[in-house]
């Protein structure tokens, strides 16, 4: 157990629907991390986020948002869903951002899957 | 920016026999290697990782090398048991930048 949580487990919903996703982070960690793993894209970085703010961003389609809480949860929001949104969807953290002291090792959670029909 | 390149998609060895899965990156300037495990149904998890100042770094059946002429680097895992079963990742950073994963090896051990 990495002690990075995220619910839902399962996600099942239809075309055109929003979805939100949420993530908390390990005790002590300020940085959390969305990746999407695909069949054929296999781990890509979505988005990044230090102590609330946006750090840094990876290949996030304009549907999808994110933020980090005071709490330092993280959610993640689909919207207009389509069909090749169908993925898992895993969070990370580390206690610092890359590059500083503790930056470098991110924990996963056991991830969010997201069918679409 | 970065592009990792990861061989083989699959793996098949007998158990106690070594592993090897190997990785080229192509940005000289990355410097963080981790490699991550992920088993079924599960999130990937870090299981050993190296930065670009030392060659090789060992973790009891565990070890990484790198080569930064080359720009590869590999995990080597030897006296492979049946929970050693799982699909392998290995990803690179350059400083601040984000982690880029290679497209992950099945390695299957079989009894």
């Known amino acids: 157990?990495?002690?990075?949580?995220?619910?839902?487990?399962?996600?099942?919903?239809?075309t055109g629907q929003?979805?939100?996703?949420?993530?908390?982070p390990r005790s002590g960690d300020l940085s959390v991390?969305?990746?999407?793993?695909?069949l054929d894209q296999g781990l890509q970085f979505l988005i990044q986020y230090y102590n609330g703010e946006e750090r840094?961003?990876?290949n996030i389609l304009e549907r999808f948002s994110a933020q980090q809480f005071p709490?330092?949860?993280s959610e993640l929001n689909l919207s207009s869903l389509e069909l090749g949104d169908s993925a898992l969807y895993f969070c990370a953290s580390s206690v610092a951002p890359p590059g500083l002291a503790g930056g470098d090792t991110q924990y996963f959670g056991p991830g969010t899957r997201l069918t679409v029909l | 920016g970065e592009n990792v390149e990861q061989h083989?998609?699959?793996?098949?060895?007998?158990?106690?026999?070594?592993?090897?899965?190997?990785c080229t990156y192509s940005d000289s300037a990355s410097n963080?290697?981790?490699?991550y495990k992920q088993e079924l149904g599960k999130g990937p998890q870090l299981i050993i990782d190296?930065?670009?100042?030392?060659?090789?770094?060992?973790?009891?059946?565990?070890?990484?090398?790198?080569?930064?002429?080359?720009?590869?680097?590999?995990?080597?895992?030897?006296?492979?048991?049946?929970e050693d079963s799982a699909v392998y990742f290995c990803a690179a950073r350059q400083g601040a930048q984000k982690l880029v994963f290679g497209q992950g090896t099945r390695l299957t051990i079989n009894p």
């Open chain 1, 71 to 73: 709490d330092l949860h």
């Open chain 2, 8 to 22: 083989p998609s699959t793996l098949s060895v007998q158990e106690g026999d070594s592993a090897v899965i190997k």
């Open chain 1, 1 to 14: 157990d990495s002690g990075v949580t995220q619910t839902p487990k399962h996600l099942i919903t239809a």
């Open chain 1, 18 to 24: 929003r979805v939100t996703l949420r993530c908390s």
């Open chain 2, 50 to 82: 190296i930065r670009s100042n030392v060659g090789e770094k060992k973790d009891q059946r565990i070890a990484v090398t790198l080569n930064k002429t080359a720009k590869h680097f590999s995990l080597h895992i030897t006296e492979t048991q049946p």
């Open chain 1, 33 to 38: 991390y969305w990746y999407q793993q695909s």
């Open chain 1, 56 to 58: 840094a961003k990876g």
């Open chain 2, 32 to 35: 963080y290697f981790p490699w």
